[in-house]
C-alpha cells in the first residue's frame, strides 16, 4: 500500500528557510513521478515541484524558481523540499504525491495528508 508522510512544517519569517520532507512507503521513489504540491486559503492547489521517474528531469513553478529545490534520498525513500527565502505568498498546506506514470505531466495518483507552512512577520 501507497503511503506518503509529509512533515516539517511550521511558522517562519519571510526571507527564512525550511525544509520538508516526504516519507514514502509502499513503493520506490525511483518507479514513480514524485512531486509537491500546495493549497494557500481560498485558492486552488498547485504544483510546485516534481521530479520524473523516467528521465529524472526536475520542473518548478515559476514562482519558486531559485528559492526551492527538489531532492530525493533513494535509500531512506525520502523526498525533500528545500525551502529558501520564503515569502508569505508561499503560506500554504503542502502536499507530497506520486505518479505511477513515472513522468510528472502524466499527473499523480496517491497523496499525503499534508504540512502546514505559515510566513509571515
Known amino acids: 500500500q501507497v503511503q506518503l508522510v509529509e512533515s516539517g512544517g511550521d511558522l517562519v519569517q519571510p526571507g527564512g528557510s525550511l525544509r520538508l520532507s516526504c516519507a514514502a512507503s509502499?513503493?520506490?521513489?525511483?518507479?514513480?513521478?514524485i512531486g509537491w504540491f500546495r493549497q494557500a486559503p481560498g485558492k486552488e492547489r498547485e504544483g510546485v515541484s516534481c521530479?520524473?521517474?523516467?528521465?529524472?528531469?526536475?520542473y518548478y513553478a515559476d514562482s519558486v524558481k531559485g528559492r526551492f529545490t527538489i531532492s530525493k534520498d533513494n535509500a531512506k525513500n525520502i523526498l525533500f523540499l528545500q525551502m529558501n527565502n520564503l515569502k508569505p505568498d508561499d503560506t500554504a498546506v503542502y502536499y507530497c504525491?506520486?505518479?505511477?506514470?513515472?513522468?510528472?505531466?502524466?499527473?499523480?495518483?496517491?497523496w499525503g495528508y499534508g504540512t502546514l507552512v505559515i510566513v509571515s512577520s
Open positions: 509502499g513503493f520506490t521513489l525511483d518507479d514513480y513521478a
Open positions: 521530479i520524473s521517474a523516467s528521465d529524472g528531469g526536475t
Open positions: 504525491a506520486a505518479g505511477e506514470g513515472r513522468l510528472c505531466k502524466y499527473g499523480m495518483d496517491h
